[in-house]
């Protein structure tokens, strides 16, 4: 059992999203696909189909373990140590992308 998505769910706070994209893609110019929010710390970085992968090395880097997508219409959850998806992981206010950013351009 996967105690990291529980532990998401039961949160007393929310986080707050670093930006509208992915944080080392806006700051060194990168594109994405599709953008991850971490649940731990608010960081915004781009999916596993993006040339940056920058989700995967934050949770890496950070060892913080859950991301929620941040793409509109998509509640699941996924926790890394455990390779664990959920279809839907509670969001708090701000959490739930309101759009699909795009890279600027
Ligand atoms: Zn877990
Ligand atoms: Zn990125
Ligand atoms: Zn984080």
Do not use: Q
Not at 7 to 15: K, Q
Not at 40 to 65: I, W
């Amino acid at each position: 059992m996967c105690t990291h998505l529980d532990d998401a769910s039961n949160r007393e706070h929310g986080v707050h999203p670093s930006g509208h994209g992915c944080a080392e893609c806006l700051a060194a110019g990168g594109v994405w696909v599709h953008l991850r929010l971490c649940l731990t710390c608010g960081h915004v970085g781009c999916c596993d189909n993006s040339p940056g992968k920058h989700a995967t090395k934050h949770a890496h880097t950070t060892k913080h373990p859950v991301i929620r997508s941040y793409e509109p219409g998509e509640p699941w959850g996924y926790c890394y140590p455990d390779d664990a998806f959920v279809d839907e992981l509670r969001a708090f206010p701000g959490e739930a992308a309101a759009r699909h950013y795009d890279p600027p351009r």
